[in-house]
């Protein structure tokens, strides 16, 4: 989902920065996308269909998950899923409700990497063809929904506490939010709605509307405002910066090098083409200090985390202290799909018992070689939008003693349930995300907690300061 959506706004983004220019092949991937989304999706899905999905996700889900009930009760699954199939009254139900009705059953397992996915094609649909969207998104903090972006043409003030929406009050949307947002905790939970945004999240689940009356308090003062709906593809995601930052770049602050990696995925051979300049170039300007900032990090692959670590690493080192899988007859039947089953990874996969849970081991990798590195002070940024692995990279960092962790507490857990795959229900086609494997940090805490930052400094979400990077900045000059 959250790759998706990316994509979506990097192409928008491209488009208008660049004046039409080099975008050729970004919006033919994205025509693709959408012309196959429009070939496959059916206006309408019957109840028997419905139903039947709703029994091959519990099956999978059961099958294929590493642990299905680390945070939920086979008795709790049940019932979700009984509630489910009995709220199913309607004869036919479309793309979005379809969804709706799934995503509580995925989510209810309270795993972020499982789960089913935001309608991201129906909502590209939904944007190109002039669809409208609530007009404000908020920062969750404190048990209060705090107006971090203001779309509309009403001066409305930033950090504002949005009371309610159409006489709703703000804590009972979010409670209808919070079955469809996969996490582990509420701190991860509010984390990823404020990635996802109100305005999207209020979309898929109340519908499109042509306006709004909200109620914002600001300091003991409360007022109404009626707010127009905006264009979801101009007056939104043209507009807004996404909280996911992809960008690489080099910077420095006097004698202290910047480093923003990017993500952790894509072209390994380029990504560490840059990283080895990078790191050449902080040599040949003598500095002293580095920050590295994984804060706004979507995740990815360990290879990419490893090779930045291998730069200022003084001896052999792992990106996990243990790593286990679960195999299945539908991971066995979906590997044989989609992967190369001559690789060793896969190869143990489909030589494994379906169910046995098993160890697999990575190579330790190599720190670069004595002149290469960088011999200076480390520190590296954190956020609650650190995801996945850059919570896991900045964890390994963490448990080696190589550098500094500054920032707030991570969102996502650095021992967790991941290692994921995805596949399509065979009904509706919706798109589903598993995790079959579970990653334990380096100094092998299972500790329910994020990664927790050493030098603690919080971001203020509601303006545009950079707390934690000047924080500091101050600290070590």
């Known amino acids: 989902m959250l790759q998706d959506l990316r994509k979506f706004v990097y192409i928008q983004k491209t488009i208008d920065i660049n004046h039409m220019k080099t975008i050729l092949l970004p919006l033919l991937a994205l025509c693709f996308t959408l012309t196959t989304f429009a070939q496959s999706e059916r206006k309408t899905f019957s109840k028997e269909e419905v139903l039947k999905d709703l029994d091959f996700l519990y099956q999978a889900l059961e099958d294929a998950h590493f642990n299905i009930y680390a945070y939920t009760t086979k008795d709790e699954l049940d019932a979700i899923y009984s509630s489910i199939a009995s709220s199913v009254t309607k004869d036919s139900l479309d793309y979005i409700e379809a969804t709706n009705l799934l995503q509580p059953l995925a989510t209810a397992i309270k795993n972020g990497h499982t789960e089913v996915e935001f309608p991201t094609e129906a909502y590209i649909k939904y944007a190109y063809g002039g669809g409208t969207l609530f007009p404000l998104e908020v920062a969750l903090e404190n048990n209060k929904a705090l107006i971090r972006n203001n779309h509309s043409d009403q001066d409305i003030p930033h950090g504002a506490q949005l009371m309610s929406i159409n006489g709703t009050a703000m804590t009972e949307i979010i409670e209808v939010i919070a079955p469809h947002i996969p996490a582990e905790r509420p701190y991860f939970m509010n984390a990823k709605i404020e990635y996802l945004t109100l305005p999207r999240a209020y979309w898929q689940l109340f519908g499109p509307q042509d306006e709004f009356t909200v109620d914002v308090k600001d300091g003991d003062q409360v007022r109404s405002y009626t707010l127009k709906a905006i264009k979801a593809l101009d007056d939104f995601e043209m507009k807004r910066r996404d909280i996911i930052d992809e960008s690489r770049f080099l910077k420095y602050y006097g004698n202290t090098a910047y480093l923003h990696p990017g993500k952790f995925g894509g072209d390994l051979p380029k990504y560490k083409k840059f990283i080895d300049s990078a790191f050449a170039d902080m040599k040949a300007k003598n500095s002293?200090?580095?920050?590295?900032?994984?804060?706004?990090?979507?995740?990815?692959?360990?290879?990419?985390?490893?090779?930045?670590?291998?730069?200022?690493?003084?001896?052999?080192?792992?990106?996990?202290?243990?790593?286990?899988?679960?195999?299945?007859?539908?991971?066995?039947?979906?590997?044989?799909?989609?992967?190369?089953?001559?690789?060793?990874?896969?190869?143990?996969?489909?030589?494994?018992?379906?169910?046995?849970?098993?160890?697999?081991?990575?190579?330790?990798?190599?720190?670069?070689?004595?002149?290469?590195?960088?011999?200076?002070e480390v520190y590296v940024l954190v956020n609650r939008q650190s995801y996945s692995q850059s919570t896991v990279t900045a964890a390994q960092i963490q448990d080696y003693g190589w550098a500094t962790i500054v920032g707030e507490e991570t969102g996502e857990y650095p021992t967790l349930y991941a290692s994921i795959y995805n596949f399509s229900l065979p009904h509706t086609g919706i798109k589903v995300r598993v995790s079959k494997g579970r990653i334990v940090r380096v100094n092998g805490s299972t500790a329910e907690e994020g990664v927790m930052p050493d030098i603690l400094i919080k971001d203020h979400l509601l303006d545009e300061k950079d707390e934690i990077l000047e924080g500091l900045l101050e600290k070590i000059r």
């Open 288 to 376: 002293k200090k580095l920050i590295i900032d994984l804060r706004n990090h979507g995740g990815g692959d360990d290879p990419f985390g490893d090779h930045i670590v291998s730069y200022f690493a003084d001896k052999p080192f792992k990106w996990n202290s243990e790593f286990t899988l679960k195999t299945s007859q539908f991971l066995k039947d979906h590997t044989r799909k989609h992967y190369d089953t001559t690789e060793t990874y896969w190869k143990e996969v489909l030589n494994r018992k379906n169910g046995e849970i098993y160890d697999y081991a990575f190579e330790e990798q190599q720190p670069q070689p004595e002149g290469k590195r960088f011999k200076g």
